[in-house]
């Protein structure tokens, strides 16, 4: 891994990450998302670090992997829950261990903060691959059901 640069991404990677963003629905969810919309929502967590932020991974100048962190506060423990979102690993570069180095690096941060109370992600049912690489990080299922409504 001596050859991956993490770094937080900047207003340049718009691109990259919204490339990222369609590709994973694409294949997680057999979604095509809205460019346009996407790449405002991607552009708005890179110009408002108050929603988030993400951090990419580079190898030799090229961005292969990313997540986005999102925050959510929790009055019952007074700190943050860190939001994983937006996973994305070029299909080239997986299972060599760049998730893995993105979520270290994000622990690291929260770490450095001080506030975070732990990290939560939510993934696809049928995602077994995704779901097997989260818990051999130490990620558990929890035991909350996700609801949403429009």
């Given at each position: 891994?001596?050859?991956?640069?993490?770094?937080?991404?900047?207003?340049?990677?718009?691109e990259?990450?919204t490339?990222?963003?369609?590709?994973?629905?694409?294949?997680?969810?057999?979604?095509t998302?809205?460019?346009?919309?996407?790449?405002?929502?991607?552009?708005?967590?890179?110009?408002?670090?108050?929603?988030?932020?993400?951090?990419?991974?580079?190898?030799?100048g090229?961005?292969?992997?990313?997540?986005a962190?999102?925050?959510?506060?929790?009055?019952?423990?007074?700190?943050?829950?860190?939001?994983?979102?937006?996973?994305?690993?070029?299909?080239?570069?997986?299972?060599?261990?760049?998730?893995?180095?993105?979520?270290?690096?994000?622990?690291?941060?929260?770490?450095?903060?001080?506030?975070?109370?732990?990290?939560?992600?939510?993934?696809?049912?049928?995602?077994?691959?995704?779901?097997?690489?989260?818990?051999?990080?130490?990620?558990?299922?929890?035991?909350?059901?996700?609801?949403?409504?429009?």
């Amino acid at each position: 891994m001596q050859d991956i640069l993490l770094r937080q991404a900047v207003a340049s990677d718009l691109e990259a990450l919204t490339q990222f963003n369609q590709a994973m629905a694409l294949e997680t969810e057999n979604k095509t998302l809205d460019e346009n919309t996407l790449r405002q929502g991607v552009n708005g967590i890179l110009r408002h670090p108050q929603f988030g932020f993400y951090l990419v991974a580079e190898k030799g100048g090229e961005i292969v992997g990313s997540l986005a962190v999102t925050y959510e506060w929790s009055d019952w423990r007074n700190s943050l829950f860190w939001w994983i979102q937006s996973v994305y690993v070029l299909p080239a570069h997986r299972r060599q261990g760049i998730y893995s180095a993105l979520y270290t690096k994000a622990k690291a941060l929260a770490a450095e903060q001080g506030n975070v109370c732990g990290f939560r992600l939510y993934v696809e049912k049928d995602n077994l691959a995704a779901q097997a690489t989260y818990q051999h990080l130490g990620m558990q299922e929890c035991q909350y059901f996700m609801y949403q409504s429009k």
